[in-house]
Nanobody, 122 residues
Framework: QVQLVESGGGLVQPGGSLRLSCVGS????????MSWFRQAPGREREFVAG????????SYADSVKGRFTISRDTGKNTVYLEMNSLEPEDTAVYFC???????????????WGQGTQVTVSS
């Protein structure tokens, strides 16, 4: 069993930055690839970024490439999402999720956090 807890969300102005954290507990946490998803009101949950076990393989949605960076610290059981040049369109609840391999489809992920709200507004 793996528990995931996100933090770091908040209100930020356009062009600003935030760093989200996802802390995992459970012996097998570091055996999973980790991804971030987001869901805005009235929209489907969408893939944002993923990182595999080796921390070398990463994947990003086209909408965030060059602005967001995913990383993980296995010693701290934590995955991060560094978000720069934020836009109002980035406003959503952000979730971290665990799966055996990175996948852009939210179906089939084994574990989810509760989410953290990110609001980009002036």
């Amino acid at each position: 069993q793996v528990q995931l807890v996100e933090s770091g969300g908040g209100l930020v102005q356009p062009g600003g930055s935030l760093r989200l954290s996802c802390v995992g507990s459970g012996r097998t946490f570091n055996g999973y690839s980790m991804s971030w998803f987001r869901q805005a009101p009235g929209r489907e949950r969408e893939f944002v970024a993923g990182i595999n076990l080796s921390r070398v393989g990463t994947s990003y949605a086209d909408s965030v490439k060059g602005r967001f960076t995913i990383s993980r610290d296995t010693g701290k059981n934590t995955v991060y999402l560094e978000m720069n040049s934020l836009e109002p369109e980035d406003t959503a609840v952000y979730f971290c999720a665990a799966k055996s391999a990175i996948a852009p489809d939210y179906a089939g992920y084994d574990y989810w956090g509760q989410g953290t709200q990110v609001t980009v507004s002036s």
